[in-house]
C-alpha cells in the first residue's frame, strides 16, 4: 500500500534537553535554598511593588495603545484563522456552481439542419459537487494540529512582547528617575560650589585671601552649570522615551512628573528550580509549541507517503433552449458518485527530500529550545548575581557618601575659620561628587536589576501549563488507522 516510495530511514537527529539535567550553578542553587518555600513566581502586575502610582498608569497606557503589541495580537488573530483554514481540510466540502448564457449557434454542416442551427438560446447548466477527504493516515488532522501548534507560538510570542515592553517601560522609568537625582546632585554641587566662591571673595576682601583661592572656587562653576543642563536634557529625553513606548507622540511624556520609586519588597525565588524555573518564561513556551509544530510537520510529511482516497460526487442540471429558467425544471438531470484513489510511485525523490526537509526543520526547532533553555539559566543566573551584588554595593556606597561627606563638611568648616587651604576643599568635595554620582546609580541599577531579574523569571505572565505535552513534542511513531488503535494520535 506505500508504494514505489520509502522513507529510507529518515529522521531527526537532535533530541531536547531536560531543564533538571542542567547545571543551575551555585548562583541560582543558593538562592534557591534561601528562598521561602511558599514563594510564588512574580505576580503579573510586578512592577507595582515599586509603589509608584503613576509607573502604574503609564503602565498600563503603554499596553493599551502600543503598536507592537497590537501587531503581535494581528498575528495571533492571523495564525488562529490559519489553523481554521487548515482545519476545513477535515470536513466535507460542497460547491456549487450555475452558468447562465446566452448563446448563438452556427450555421453548417455539423449542427443542421438541426432546430439550433442559426439560432440563439440559452444555454444553462448548475451543478453540486461533493468531495470528502477520507484522511485515513492523518495527514489532514496533524497539518490541522501544527497550524494550531504554530498559532500557540504566535500567542506565546505576543505575551513574551507584552513582558518586554513593561520592562522597557520600567527601565525607561527608572533612568527617568535616575535622572532626577543626579540633576539634585548636580544643583546641590553648584549651590555648594556658589557659596564657597562667596566666601572666597569675602576672605579676599577681608584681606585673609587670594585672588587665587577665588579663581579656584569660581572655575569648577560653569562645569557645574553644563552638568545640570545635561541632566534636564536626560529627563526630557527620558520624557520622549516613555512616550514612544505608549505609542504616543513626544508631547505625551510632557505630563510626566518626578517619579517617586521605592522598592521595599523583595523578590524571592522560588524553591522549585531549575525545572520549574524556565517554564514560566514566555520564549520557552513558545520555543516549545514550535518543537510540537515541527513534530506535526514531519507526520505530515510521512503521510504523503502513503495512497490517498477521496469520495466525490456530483449532481447537474442543464438544458438548452427554452425560457431563461428552463433548466431548473427541466428532466436533464446527470449525477456522479465514487471514491478516487491516488497513489505515490516514483516521485523523483520528492516525498524523501519532504521528509528529510521535515525533519530538519524538527531539528532546528529542537536546537532552538534548547538554545533558548540554555541562554534562560544563565539570564536568571547572572541576574541572581547582579541583585546580590548590588545589594551590597548599596550599603558599600552609602558608607562611602556618609565618609565623604563628614570630610567634606571638616574640610568646608576649615576653610571658612581659616584654618586650612582650599585645596583640601576642593578634593573633598570632588569625592563628595563622586560619592554621591555612585549612589545615585547604584540605587537606579537596583530598581533595574528588579525588573531584569522579573523578566528573567518570566514576568508572572505565562505558565508552564500553556505548553504542550511532552507527548506531543516527538514525531508519532505510527500514522493513520495504527496511530489511532495504539491511541498514539
Known sequence: MAGCASTGHIAPQDSLKDAS???AGHAIEAATRAADADAAWPDAQWWRAYRDPQLDAWIARATTGNPTLA????????????????RSALYPHVDGNMSVMRKKWPDNAFYGPGPYADAT????TAGLTLSYDLDLWGRDEHAAERALDVAHVRAADARAA???????????????????????????????QARIAELARRRLKGGIGTQLEVSQAEAPLP?????????KEAIQLA????????????GAGEALTRPALSLATPLPLPSSLPAELVGHRPDIVAARWMVAAQARGIDVAKAQFYPNINLAASLTQMFAGGALLSFLT????????GPALSLPIFEGGRLRAQLGAASAQYDQAVDHYNA??????????????RVQSLDTQLETSGRSVAAARKNYDLANEGYRRGLTDYVNVLIAQSQLLRAEDGEARVRAQRLGAYATLTAALGGGIDDPANGPDAAKLAPSKHIGPFARIAGEK
Do not use: C
Open 71 to 86: 501587531m503581535a495580537a494581528a498575528r495571533v488573530r492571523e495564525a488562529r484563522e490559519q489553523a481554521g483554514v487548515a
Open 223 to 231: 562645569e557645574y552649570e553644563r552638568q545640570i543642563d545635561l541632566y
Open 162 to 192: 507584552q513582558l518586554e515592553l513593561e520592562t522597557n517601560v520600567v527601565r525607561a522609568y527608572v533612568g527617568f528617575s535616575q535622572s532626577f537625582a543626579l540633576l539634585d546632585i548636580a544643583q546641590q554641587t553648584y549651590d555648594q
Open 21 to 23: 539535567t542542567l547545571d
Open 330 to 337: 427541466s428532466q436533464a438531470t446527470g449525477y456522479a458518485f
Open 372 to 385: 533558548t533553555l540554555v541562554a534562560a539559566l544563565k539570564d536568571i543566573a547572572d541576574q541572581v548575581v
Open 121 to 124: 438560446t440559452w444555454d444553462n
Open 239 to 250: 520624557r520622549h522615551q516613555l512616550a514612544a513606548l505608549a505609542g504616543e507622540g513626544p
